[in-house]
């Protein structure tokens, strides 16, 4: 048989939790949905930096394809939209062989900006894309390699 204790010296039973361990539990879980959302924006920009690379790889391609066809890369004043339809001051039409691209229009970068293209040379071109931030000249900018 069990003794009887003593009124004074009863142990009262703990049921739940204090507000300090609910607020330390809420402070863990804050922390640990922070870094998620820092680790998967990260995982975001990083893709659509390698969809613009992709994209900007695909218009390399294409213009090498539109100079065996023409004899030369677009213009800067033509741009990109050479490889969707025949520019109107080219000068032998009949040569130009396109759409080269399967859709109608130049695809914008993944941000919702058109990508850029300039003409350095006879056969030097540059293609990029202004980044997440928009602004032109940044070190944010996607730019080919050539």
Not at 54 to 60: A, H, T, V
Not at 97 to 117: H, S, V
């Amino acid at each position: 048989m069990r003794k009887p204790r003593p009124m004074g010296k009863q142990r009262r039973r703990r049921r739940g939790f204090t507000l300090i361990e609910l607020l330390l539990v809420l402070a863990i879980l804050v922390i640990l949905g922070s870094m998620t959302t820092f680790f998967f924006a990260g995982m975001q920009r990083e893709a659509y930096v390698d969809a613009a690379r992709s994209q900007i790889g695909m218009f390399e391609s294409t213009l090498e394809a539109y100079r065996l066809h023409v004899g030369r890369y677009p213009d800067t004043n033509q741009g990109l939209a050479a490889l969707v339809a025949p520019p109107p001051d080219l000068q032998n039409p009949n040569r130009w062989r396109g759409p080269y691209l399967q859709r109608t229009e130049i695809p914008l970068d993944p941000w919702g900006n058109p990508y850029q293209y300039e003409l350095i040379g006879p056969e030097q071109y540059r293609i990029w894309s202004w980044g997440p931030d928009g602004v032109p000249g940044t070190e944010d900018d996607v730019v080919n390699h050539q």
